[in-house]
């Protein structure tokens, strides 16, 4: 593959091949199933997946199929297969689902209103990730250009990732004839350290969510009879979650690990190459820190090696316009913890109900309920052929090789992956950077480093053949 020429393709079909394509599927208001009751009838998947098909179909990529597996009562799933040399198998992922909406966007932009500020497009679904079907075949169109060939490729594209995958097993099975068995799996749904590098994920945590209810009565009751005799049902959850996480240190020593020496080293190189950048898009208020911003070492396996709990909403408390002089009868919360990538999600998500379930103070009762887990990842080592397309591809288009860092967030469906394909190499990566605000509002996609992110996942993709 000649590098200026693939530079000057994508130069010269970015807006056609992929920004205008890009813009039209996030127009698109379709949201995982976890989040939209009506998913299986008001067609906005379906619309999603329409998108995409017609984009994949107007590429003229010789052999392409559009397939879509659609079962009653379960998230579909589209497949794009480009048959290539079939030399090597590779499976490209992405995932079609978007998270919530959320208000907060900034002026001018929107969820569903693809906007470019500077050098940023916005939009729900961008980053999150919308891009991988066009990124992906606007790179096999570059290597079609310059008369190479491609390995037989498969976009296996979700539609339920961020409501837990809960159906991936069963659909990979029901579409193992068109995926086969893949030589390498690139997963394109993690992220990126910064932008001036093609970044590799070394790890990801593993995650559990619950909702927890806390109750002591059938209703509340005036503070002013009942105060003093009347357990409080907040303190009793914070008791409770005193218990898995230490109130002063913000440990959870229970759920931790032994790291080994060369994620300590990964901590050490990442630290020395960023800096206080590892949390300055953190947002924290004047005159606030993070934990161990004295010790941005510890702060960087904090992130990616150990357990950490969040509160991430709660019923049971009304507003302040209208809380009234009582005491609650119930609070509900509900968690998330993220756990070392090396631990087995399924058994701590067992052992933390266990933990909140025994000598709940003043006898409280304890209900639980959406509770998942997924477990974490470890990338495995590459083959020599496959690191060195990775590496020079990256050289080629970032003057470096590509860099390897952990991520604290979660891929549950990797570890499945590695269940199902053993002999498949699985690479994680991403476009997302530290401020691309997935999940929340002003999500946004890094025009220039995916001008760089496509050719270089094109020579991989021809150096794979």
């Excluded at 098909?53 to 199929?65: F, H, N, R, T, V």
């Excluded at 009234?324 to 998330?336: D, P, Q």
């Excluded at 309920?369 to 990256?394: F, N, P, Q, R």
């Excluded at 269940?419 to 476009?431: F, K, R, S």
């Amino acid at each position: 593959m000649d590098t200026e020429k693939s530079k000057k393709f994508i130069e010269d079909n970015f807006q056609s091949m992929f920004l205008d394509p890009i813009s039209e599927f996030i127009k698109v208001p379709n949201l995982t199933p976890s989040f939209d009751p009506e998913f299986q009838t008001n067609g906005l998947i379906e619309q999603a997946i329409d998108n995409v098909k017609g984009y994949a179909e107007s590429m003229d990529i010789p052999g392409l199929k559009f397939h879509v597996h659609n079962e009653e009562g379960r998230a579909p799933m589209a497949l794009i297969e480009i048959p290539g040399n079939g030399k090597k198998n590779i499976m490209v992922y992405g995932h079609l689902d978007k998270q919530p909406h959320m208000e907060g966007w900034t002026e001018g932009t929107g969820p569903t209103t693809p906007t470019i500020i500077g050098d940023k497009l916005y939009g729900r679904g961008s980053t999150d990730d919308g891009y991988v079907s066009f990124a992906t075949l606007t790179a096999v169109k570059n290597i079609l250009d310059q008369g190479q060939e491609i390995p037989r490729i498969v976009l296996v594209l979700e539609a339920e990732e961020e409501s837990g995958s809960k159906d991936l097993v069963y659909l990979l099975e029901k579409c193992k004839d068109i995926i086969k068995t893949p030589d390498v799996c690139l997963c394109c749904d993690s992220g990126a350290l910064d932008y001036k590098t093609l970044w590799l994920t070394s790890s990801l945590r593993g995650s559990m969510g619950m909702n927890v209810k806390v109750s002591i009565a059938k209703d509340a009751f005036h503070s002013g009879i009942c105060g003093g005799a009347m357990p409080e049902t907040f303190r009793i959850a914070n008791n409770l979650l005193d218990r898995l996480e230490d109130p002063i240190t913000k440990r959870m020593e229970k759920f931790e690990v032994e790291i080994e020496d060369r994620f300590k080293e990964e901590a050490k190189n990442i630290v020395g190459l960023v800096g206080t950048d590892l949390y300055k898009d953190f947002k924290l208020l004047e005159g606030c820190r993070p934990i161990h911003h004295d010790n941005l070492e510890e702060m960087y396996l904090n992130i990616n090696w150990r357990p950490a709990l969040a509160v991430c909403g709660a019923d049971g408390l009304p507003t302040l316009s209208k809380a009234g002089n009582v005491v609650r009868a119930s609070t509900s919360l509900r968690l998330k913890i993220r756990l070392p990538p090396s631990l087995d999600a399924k058994e701590m998500c067992d052992e933390v109900v266990k933990t909140l379930s025994e000598d709940v103070p003043f006898g409280a009762k304890i209900e639980f309920d959406d509770v998942s887990s997924g477990s974490g990842w470890v990338m495995k080592d590459l083959k020599e052929e496959t690191s060195k397309a990775i590496h020079e591809s990256s050289e080629e288009f970032y003057e470096k090789k590509a860099g390897l860092y952990g991520i604290g967030g979660s891929i549950p469906f990797l570890k499945t992956l590695e269940g199902i394909y053993p002999e498949t190499e699985i690479l994680a990566m991403g476009v997302g950077g530290n401020d691309c605000n997935i999940h929340a509002p002003d999500e946004t996609l890094d025009i220039p480093y995916m001008k760089k992110f496509i050719p270089t996942l094109s020579h991989i993709l021809a150096k794979m053949a």
